[in-house]
C-alpha cells in the first residue's frame, strides 16, 4: 500500500510595495511557515496538516528599504509570479504623506486583479486595501482599513462600502476579498486564512503557539502539556501511552500502578524522575488538555466535558480549569473559538 502524500501546500503571495512597511509583512511570513510545523516540533504529535509556501513579491526582485528601515527582500517579481495563486495579501503601507496618485500601483494593481480573476483569495491589512480599492476590487464591497485612514479611503474611493468600525470584512465572490483594521489586525486576518484553507484545529494551535488573542490574563491560557521529556524508562513510557488512552478511568494514578506492576511508591519515584511530573498532575495535564481541545472544536457544555474528560464533579473541574489556565472554560472558549476564525463567512 502506497503511503499518503501530503497535500499541496497553500500557495501564499505577499505583495511588497515601496510603501510596505515590514512588520506584518514578516509576521505573515513566520506564522505561515509555521503552519503544519512548529506544534509538531514542540509537541512531538505528528501533522497532516496542508502546509502553507509563502513568498514576497515586488515590482522587481532587488531588496530595498523600507520606509521605516529595514530591508524587504522580494522572492520574486511580478513578472515571475504567476501560475495558480491561493493567497495574495497587501499589508500596510506609509501613507503619511497622503494617497498620492493611485495610478503609482498600476503594475501591482493589474498583478493582483489577475491572481483574484484566476480565483485566488485576496487580502490586505490596514491602509494596504487602498491598494485593493485602486484596482477597482472593492467596488460595491464591503471592506475595512485603518480608522486613521477612512477619510481617505472614502474620499478617493467611495464606491467602497466601507466599514472601519470592524477589524475584519470578508466580502466579493466567494468571500474572497478579506480586508483587515489597524496594522495589529494582521493576526485577525492570519488565523482566519489559516482556518480557511487548513483546518480550524490548525488555526488555534498556531494561536497558542504565537500567543495570539487577549493577553490580559498572561500566558497561561495559551499554554500546553508539550513535547514529552525523553527518557528510557520503559514501565514509565508504557504508563504514559496507556493514560494518553485511559484518562477518564476511575483512580487512573491506582490503575497506571497496577498496570506498571511495580510497588506504588517505587512507581510514584520512576514517574517523576522520568517525566518531571507527579502522575496525578501528570493526569490533569492530560485531562485539561482534552477539555481545552473539545472547548476549542465543539459545542458541548462545560458540564458534559467534564464528565468526558474524567471528572464526575463539575465544579471541581471548574476550579481545576482555572487554576490550570488562568480563564474559565467558557472564556477559553470563547477567546479560542474566535482565535480560530470560527465565523469565516462572516466579518466582525
Given at each position: 500500500m502506497n503511503a499518503p502524500t501530503d497535500p499541496a501546500p497553500v500557495e501564499v503571495l505577499l505583495l511588497a510595495l515601496p510603501e510596505t512597511t515590514p512588520t506584518a509583512l514578516h509576521a505573515f511570513l513566520e506564522v505561515f511557515s509555521a503552519v503544519g510545523v512548529a506544534w509538531a516540533q514542540l509537541t512531538g504529535q505528528p501533522s497532516r496538516v496542508r502546509r502553507m509556501r509563502v513568498r514576497i513579491v515586488a515590482r522587481d526582485a532587488a531588496p530595498f528599504a523600507?520606509?521605516?528601515?529595514?530591508?524587504?527582500?522580494?522572492?520574486?517579481?511580478?513578472?515571475?509570479?504567476?501560475?495558480?495563486?491561493?493567497?495574495?495579501?497587501?499589508?500596510?503601507?506609509?501613507?503619511?504623506?497622503?494617497?498620492?496618485?493611485?495610478?503609482?500601483?498600476?503594475?501591482?494593481?493589474?498583478?493582483?486583479?489577475?491572481?483574484?480573476?484566476?480565483?485566488?483569495?485576496?487580502?490586505?491589512?490596514?491602509?494596504?486595501?487602498?491598494?485593493?480599492?485602486?484596482?477597482?476590487?472593492?467596488?460595491?464591497?464591503?471592506?475595512?482599513?485603518h480608522w486613521a485612514a477612512a477619510?481617505?479611503?472614502?474620499?478617493?474611493?467611495?464606491?467602497?462600502?466601507?466599514?472601519?468600525?470592524?477589524?475584519?470584512c470578508a466580502s466579493g465572490p466567494g468571500q474572497r476579498l478579506v480586508t483587515s483594521g489597524g496594522p495589529g489586525s494582521w493576526e485577525d486576518l492570519a488565523l482566519h486564512l489559516i482556518a480557511r484553507f487548513c483546518e480550524t484545529e490548525e488555526a488555534v494551535r498556531i494561536a497558542r503557539l504565537f500567543v495570539m488573542g487577549d493577553r490580559s490574563r498572561g500566558q497561561l491560557p495559551f499554554s500546553l502539556l508539550g513535547r514529552p521529556r525523553p527518557h528510557t524508562d520503559a514501565v514509565v513510557a508504557a504508563a504514559q501511552e496507556w493514560i494518553a488512552l485511559n484518562y477518564t478511568v476511575k483512580s487512573p494514578v491506582s490503575a497506571m500502578v497496577a498496570h506498571s506492576g511495580l510497588a506504588e511508591r517505587t512507581f510514584k519515584r520512576r514517574f517523576r524522575a522520568a517525566t518531571g511530573y507527579a502522575p496525578v498532575d501528570y493526569v490533569q495535564a492530560v485531562r485539561i488538555e482534552e477539555a481545552k481541545h473539545l472547548l476549542e472544536t465543539t459545542d458541548t457544555a462545560s458540564d458534559a466535558i467534564a464528565f468526558d474528560v474524567g471528572y464526575d464533579d463539575p465544579s471541581f473541574f471548574l476550579r481545576l480549569f482555572c487554576r490550570k489556565t488562568g480563564v474559565t472554560p467558557a472564556t477559553y472558549r470563547r477567546q479560542f473559538t474566535r482565535a480560530a476564525g470560527a465565523r469565516t463567512s462572516s466579518s466582525w
Amino acid at each position: 500500500m502506497n503511503a499518503p502524500t501530503d497535500p499541496a501546500p497553500v500557495e501564499v503571495l505577499l505583495l511588497a510595495l515601496p510603501e510596505t512597511t515590514p512588520t506584518a509583512l514578516h509576521a505573515f511570513l513566520e506564522v505561515f511557515s509555521a503552519v503544519g510545523v512548529a506544534w509538531a516540533q514542540l509537541t512531538g504529535q505528528p501533522s497532516r496538516v496542508r502546509r502553507m509556501r509563502v513568498r514576497i513579491v515586488a515590482r522587481d526582485a532587488a531588496p530595498f528599504a523600507s520606509p521605516v528601515g529595514p530591508v524587504i527582500s522580494p522572492d520574486l517579481a511580478l513578472a515571475s509570479a504567476t501560475g495558480p495563486v491561493d493567497v495574495v495579501l497587501v499589508t500596510d503601507l506609509d501613507l503619511s504623506g497622503g494617497l498620492g496618485d493611485p495610478s503609482r500601483w498600476r503594475p501591482e494593481a493589474d498583478w493582483v486583479q489577475e491572481h483574484f480573476a484566476g480565483g485566488a483569495t485576496v487580502g490586505s491589512v490596514c491602509t494596504g486595501s487602498l491598494l485593493l480599492a485602486a484596482a477597482g476590487l472593492l467596488d460595491g464591497c464591503e471592506a475595512t482599513t485603518h480608522w486613521a485612514a477612512a477619510d481617505m479611503m472614502r474620499a478617493a474611493f467611495p464606491a467602497v462600502r466601507l466599514h472601519p468600525d470592524r477589524m475584519l470584512c470578508a466580502s466579493g465572490p466567494g468571500q474572497r476579498l478579506v480586508t483587515s483594521g489597524g496594522p495589529g489586525s494582521w493576526e485577525d486576518l492570519a488565523l482566519h486564512l489559516i482556518a480557511r484553507f487548513c483546518e480550524t484545529e490548525e488555526a488555534v494551535r498556531i494561536a497558542r503557539l504565537f500567543v495570539m488573542g487577549d493577553r490580559s490574563r498572561g500566558q497561561l491560557p495559551f499554554s500546553l502539556l508539550g513535547r514529552p521529556r525523553p527518557h528510557t524508562d520503559a514501565v514509565v513510557a508504557a504508563a504514559q501511552e496507556w493514560i494518553a488512552l485511559n484518562y477518564t478511568v476511575k483512580s487512573p494514578v491506582s490503575a497506571m500502578v497496577a498496570h506498571s506492576g511495580l510497588a506504588e511508591r517505587t512507581f510514584k519515584r520512576r514517574f517523576r524522575a522520568a517525566t518531571g511530573y507527579a502522575p496525578v498532575d501528570y493526569v490533569q495535564a492530560v485531562r485539561i488538555e482534552e477539555a481545552k481541545h473539545l472547548l476549542e472544536t465543539t459545542d458541548t457544555a462545560s458540564d458534559a466535558i467534564a464528565f468526558d474528560v474524567g471528572y464526575d464533579d463539575p465544579s471541581f473541574f471548574l476550579r481545576l480549569f482555572c487554576r490550570k489556565t488562568g480563564v474559565t472554560p467558557a472564556t477559553y472558549r470563547r477567546q479560542f473559538t474566535r482565535a480560530a476564525g470560527a465565523r469565516t463567512s462572516s466579518s466582525w
